[in-house]
């Protein structure tokens, strides 16, 4: 099991910045990836960025140069760093983990969901 909890989300006007908080207990030594989705309303969710096990990272294309996700290994903490906001990067950001076990050669996978923290970008 691993628990996720996120902090760091608030109101914020157009053009400023906000740095969001993803801390991790539990089997966090099991954890292959650590990303960011996102969710507005009427919206499906979508991936904002990741970070692996390895320390490489991804984002959507729309995010790149925005935002930056990076880790503290040793508070179990992962982050996004996001300037230059705009109102519609609005939304519900969550943290999301990959797991992954090697059990009698075979490799297992789950995945774990935080609750969740409210962005909202103002005009």
């Known amino acids: 099991q691993v628990q996720l909890v996120e902090s760091g989300g608030g109101l914020v006007q157009a053009g400023g910045s906000l740095r969001l908080s993803c801390a991790a207990s539990?089997?966090?030594?099991?954890?292959?990836?650590i990303s960011w989705f996102r969710e507005a309303p009427g919206k499906p969710r979508k991936l904002v960025a990741a970070i692996t096990s390895g320390g490489s990272a991804d984002y959507a294309d729309s995010m790149e140069g925005r935002f930056t996700i990076s880790r503290d290994n040793d508070k179990n903490t992962v982050y996004l760093q996001m300037n230059s906001l705009k109102p519609e990067d609005t939304a519900v950001y969550y943290c999301?983990?990959?797991?992954?076990?090697?059990?009698?050669?075979?490799?297992?996978?789950?995945?774990?969901w935080g609750q969740g923290t409210q962005v909202t970008v103002s005009s």
């Open positions: 999301h983990a990959l797991l992954a076990t090697e059990i009698a050669g075979t490799t297992r996978y789950s995945d774990y």
């Open positions: 539990g089997r966090v030594s099991d954890v292959s990836a």
